[in-house]
T-cell receptor, first 112, second 114 residues
């Protein structure tokens, strides 16, 4: 059964720092991996979607990488801003399965 | 604007009073799903639908019902709500019969059962 973990559970950084969030999964036979952002009490906003054949995706200050063989994905945020403060979740989808399996999330605080 | 719309956004009800949370998407997506999110437990899938008239149980289906009579709508029904169903509920949709695409979420419905 696929399990997804995210480290760290919480992270606090000063504004302007570059940072990396980690997502690990146990079954490397994934179809795609998606990173989401969630503000408190709000819905999930899709940030980046990486298909299994891709190594990375970029959107603005965000870059997500995927290494299926090691069961890892990283979300890199450049020049962090207070507005980046939120919980970041990753989700993986396997072949033939109907579920996206979600990680528990990393709660990010960017201090002014 | 492409979106997933849930209603109501907030609801307080009492034990045993049937309620329905509606979900509608305007992206012609085939796949739709319901999740609940609880502190410390993360997101858990309740039910999903691969297409019209096709639904299946997720990880925590007990106490819930769904229907998919139209492609755009996927209501979540609580026949006899109980306090342990107090939670934040999310509807999501995705394109493709094999759910290969991006997953889009609604804004969430916060339900309190007294």
């Amino acid at each position: 059964k696929q399990e997804v973990t995210q480290i760290p559970a919480a992270l606090s950084v000063p504004e302007g720092e570059n940072l990396v969030l980690n997502c690990s999964f146990t079954d490397s036979a994934i179809y795609n991996l998606q990173w989401f952002r969630q503000d408190p009490g709000k819905g999930l906003t899709s940030l980046l979607l990486i298909q299994s054949s891709q190594r990375e995706q970029t959107s603005g200050r965000l870059n997500a990488s995927l290494d299926k063989s090691s069961g890892r994905s990283t979300l890199y945020i450049a020049a962090s801003q207070p507005g980046d403060s939120a919980t970041y979740l990753c989700a993986v989808k396997g072949f033939g399965g109907q579920n996206f399996v979600f990680g528990p999330g990393t709660r990010l605080s960017v201090l002014p | 604007e492409a979106q997933v719309t849930q209603n109501p956004r907030y609801l307080i009800t009492v034990t045993g009073k049937k309620l329905t949370v509606t979900c509608s998407q305007n992206m012609n997506h085939e796949y739709m799903s319901w999740y609940r999110q609880d502190p410390g437990l993360g997101l858990r899938q309740i039910y999903y639908s691969m297409n019209v008239e096709v639904t299946d149980k997720g990880d925590v289906p007990e106490g819930y019902k769904v229907s998919r009579k139209e492609k755009r709508n996927f209501p979540l029904i609580l026949e006899s709500p109980s306090p342990n169903q107090t939670s934040l509920y999310f509807c999501a949709s995705s394109a493709g019969t094999q759910n290969t695409g991006e997953l889009f979420f609604g804004e969430g419905s916060r339900l309190t059962v007294l």
